[in-house]
C-alpha cells in the first residue's frame, strides 16, 4: 500500500479514485509485488481494487481527521485568536489566495 499511496498522494486531484488509469497502475503494483500469482485488477466487482479504494478512503478520512486537530490545536494554541472573527481574520492574512494551475496532464 505504500507504493500506491505515494503514486495516488502524486495526483493532481487525490480524491477521485475510481478511474481506469488507477486500474492500470493498481494492475503494475500487483505485477511487480506478486510475480508468481496471476490476477487481474479490474474497476468494478473485483475485491483487490476494492479493497485498495477503501484503503484510500480511509487514508484521506484520516488525513483530514489529523488536519482539523492540528488546525484546532493552532487556534487554541493562541489566546489572542479567541474569537471567529479573529481566527478569520488570520486565516485571510496568512492563507494565500488560490490559483488555478494546470500541468501537463491537464
Not at 493532481?12 to 490476477?39: E, G, M, R
Request: aromatic fraction near 18%; hydrophobic fraction near 40%.
Amino acid at each position: 500500500m505504500a507504493c500506491w499511496f505515494f503514486y495516488f498522494t502524486s495526483l493532481d486531484s487525490p480524491w477521485k479514485v475510481s478511474n481506469v488509469v488507477h486500474v492500470a497502475y493498481a494492475q503494475k503494483l500487483w505485477d511487480k509485488t506478486f510475480p508468481n500469482i496471476k490476477c487481474t485488477v479490474a474497476l468494478r466487482n473485483d475485491p483487490i481494487f476494492s479493497l485498495i479504494k477503501q484503503w484510500t478512503y480511509d487514508w484521506c478520512s484520516d488525513l483530514a481527521a489529523r488536519a482539523l486537530q492540528a488546525v484546532e490545536s493552532f487556534f487554541n494554541w493562541y489566546q489572542e485568536l479567541d474569537s471567529p472573527k479573529d481566527c478569520a481574520c488570520y486565516v485571510k492574512w496568512a492563507v494565500p489566495k488560490v490559483t488555478e494551475s494546470v500541468d501537463s496532464r491537464g
